[in-house]
């Protein structure tokens, strides 16, 4: 066979066989993801089937406690009456059996629903519910529900797109193979039979486009980082995002885009290699995607003037405050774009930023809106003449104003803490 032909087969055996691996990979550890999700959302449904059976035995408990109590006054009081006759008529006899059982009768369910009652405080409590902080379990179960459906159809979309992706590919294959199975009779037509199979194996490769882009990706972030193309470290982040395409529920393509974010935010090639499992995680905690969690992680992290290698902690911060509070990834990235200068300038670290944003999002103010209350709200207990003397005069001396009276170099009252 002719070397050059030979050479084009083997590109087109590469360029097909690379991202059907990946793709199959992908749809493997996203089916796993929507499994984990579903068994998750069932758990927390039974959890909330549970405080509220819980809460309605109660009060039927509580309902039948009150007809025990007036079934027995009115068995007493019969009883008091039935004492005084002589001769007691059967009607009256008859009535007062009755009164005693149906006493025996409340009696009896009373003790069993108490019963179940605390078999079901016993099984909450095995799961983690206290039972004296039902409405805060029950406030929780509800955004973990509502975060869990949001999860799951985004990993419903992302399987469908992972099934369409291999659709596709699958298709390229079997073009390819059926190109390959004539290739005998291609190289018996000499020059004319040479173009045929050229432009069949020109359409293969065109087809492939997963492989070009991911090229095209990867060519951005050498760009970016001022690497040579046959280097350590680009073939070191190339390697990455193949793996991380194929070891998660995210793409090639999506790892190199988040790789990229880190390039121009600064990042070394080393740091974008540490940095990126934490984006990961970030991202798929947060349903969005890497490349723009990759843009929110990076820019929190230079406005509070941290070094890359805390992107770990970043990420860890972002998703704890997310997951405990009304706001979103999204949400916190806006926030902490108007806060953050303000709140590292002063010495406010950024956990407690984030506890502060994440606090605001509870009372429905995210977003810009919350960036901005928070810098106003620093920015005003940082102004020595007169948060500081209002607080001095009331004899309240706060953490958060300590840490802005050294920021200042305002000297600190002796007061009460708070």
Same mark, same amino acid.
Request: aromatic share 4%.
């Given at each position: 066979?002719?070397?050059?032909? @030979?050479?084009?087969?083997?590109?087109?055996?590469?360029?097909?066989?690379?991202?059907?691996?990946?793709?199959?990979?992908?749809?493997?550890?996203?089916?796993?993801?929507?499994?984990?999700?579903?068994?998750?959302?069932?758990?927390?449904?039974?959890?909330?089937?549970?405080?509220?059976?819980?809460?309605? @035995?109660?009060? /039927?408990?509580?309902?039948?406690?009150?007809? *025990?109590?007036?079934?027995?006054?009115?068995?007493?009081?019969?009883?008091? &009456?039935?004492?005084?006759?002589?001769?007691?008529?059967?009607?009256?006899?008859?009535?007062?059996?009755?009164?005693?059982?149906?006493?025996?009768?409340?009696?009896?369910?009373?003790?069993?629903?108490?019963?179940?009652?605390?078999?079901?405080?016993?099984?909450?409590?095995e799961t983690g519910i206290n039972t004296k902080q039902l409405g805060q379990h029950?406030?929780?179960?509800?955004?973990?529900?509502?975060?869990?459906?949001?999860?799951l159809d985004q990993q419903r979309a992302k399987l469908g797109q992972v099934a369409? /992706?291999?659709?596709?590919?699958?298709?390229?294959?079997?073009?390819?193979?059926?190109?390959?199975?004539?290739?005998? #009779?291609?190289?018996?037509?000499?020059a004319a039979g040479m173009a045929t199979g050229a432009a069949g194996l020109y359409?293969?490769?065109?087809?492939?486009?997963?492989?070009?882009?991911?090229?095209?990706?990867?060519?951005?972030? &050498?760009?970016?980082?001022? @690497?040579?193309?046959?280097?350590?470290? $680009?073939?070191?982040?190339?390697?990455?995002?193949?793996?991380?395409? #194929?070891?998660?529920?995210?793409?090639?393509?999506?790892? !190199?885009?988040?790789?990229?974010?880190?390039?121009?935010?600064?990042?070394?090639?080393?740091?974008?290699?540490? !940095? +990126?499992?934490?984006?990961?995680?970030? !991202?798929? !905690?947060?349903? +969005?995607?890497? #490349?723009?969690?990759?843009?929110?992680?990076?820019?929190? $992290?230079?406005?509070? &003037?941290?070094? #890359?290698?805390?992107?770990?902690?970043?990420?860890?911060?972002?998703?704890?405050?997310?997951?405990?509070?009304?706001?979103?990834?999204?949400? *916190?990235?806006?926030?902490?774009?108007?806060?953050? =200068?303000?709140?590292?300038?002063?010495?406010?670290?950024?956990?407690?930023?984030?506890? +502060?944003?994440?606090?605001?999002?509870?009372?429905?103010? &995210?977003?810009?809106?919350?960036?901005?209350?928070?810098?106003?709200?620093?920015?005003?207990?940082?102004?020595?003449?007169?948060?500081?003397?209002?607080?001095?005069?009331?004899?309240?001396?706060?953490?958060?104003?300590?840490? $802005?009276?050294?920021?200042?170099?305002?000297?600190? =009252?002796?007061?009460?803490?708070?």
């Amino acid at each position: 066979m002719n070397p050059l032909k @030979l050479q084009i087969l083997l590109e087109g055996v590469n360029k097909i066989t690379a991202p059907l691996k990946a793709a199959s990979g992908q749809s493997r550890i996203t089916a796993q993801d929507l499994l984990a999700t579903k068994k998750r959302i069932k758990e927390l449904e039974t959890q909330s089937g549970q405080i509220n059976g819980y809460r309605t @035995l109660g009060r /039927q408990i509580g309902a039948t406690r009150a007809q *025990l109590s007036q079934a027995q006054r009115d068995a007493q009081q019969m009883a008091q &009456q039935f004492a005084k006759v002589e001769q007691p008529t059967k009607a009256m006899t008859r009535a007062m059996e009755q009164a005693k059982q149906k006493v025996r009768d409340l009696s009896q369910q009373e003790r069993e629903m108490v019963a179940r009652h605390g078999s079901m405080k016993r099984a909450m409590k095995e799961t983690g519910i206290n039972t004296k902080q039902l409405g805060q379990h029950q406030r929780q179960l509800k955004t973990d529900l509502a975060a869990g459906n949001t999860q799951l159809d985004q990993q419903r979309a992302k399987l469908g797109q992972v099934a369409a /992706q291999q659709k596709r590919l699958s298709e390229i294959k079997a073009s390819y193979d059926k190109t390959m199975s004539i290739r005998g #009779a291609i190289a018996g037509y000499g020059a004319a039979g040479m173009a045929t199979g050229a432009a069949g194996l020109y359409k293969i490769n065109s087809m492939a486009s997963v492989s070009l882009d991911f090229d095209a990706q990867m060519s951005k972030v &050498q760009a970016l980082t001022r @690497l040579q193309k046959g280097s350590d470290e $680009l073939a070191m982040l190339r390697r990455q995002a193949r793996d991380l395409g #194929a070891s998660t529920s995210f793409t090639a393509m999506d790892a !190199a885009g988040g790789q990229g974010f880190l390039a121009m935010a600064g990042f070394t090639p080393k740091a974008i290699k540490d !940095a +990126m499992p934490g984006i990961l995680d970030m !991202a798929k !905690a947060g349903g +969005m995607e890497i #490349a723009r969690s990759a843009d929110i992680a990076s820019n929190i $992290l230079s406005g509070f &003037q941290l070094p #890359a290698s805390e992107m770990g902690r970043v990420g860890d911060t972002l998703v704890a405050a997310f997951t405990r509070s009304n706001t979103s990834l999204e949400m *916190l990235g806006e926030t902490m774009k108007y806060a953050a =200068p303000v709140a590292s300038g002063l010495g406010i670290d950024l956990e407690t930023a984030a506890a +502060m944003a994440g606090k605001l999002g509870d009372a429905g103010i &995210q977003g810009s809106m919350a960036g901005t209350g928070i810098a106003g709200i620093l920015t005003r207990l940082a102004k020595p003449k007169e948060a500081t003397k209002a607080l001095d005069k009331l004899g309240i001396k706060t953490k958060a104003m300590s840490q $802005l009276r050294v920021a200042w170099g305002a000297p600190a =009252p002796h007061a009460n803490m708070l």
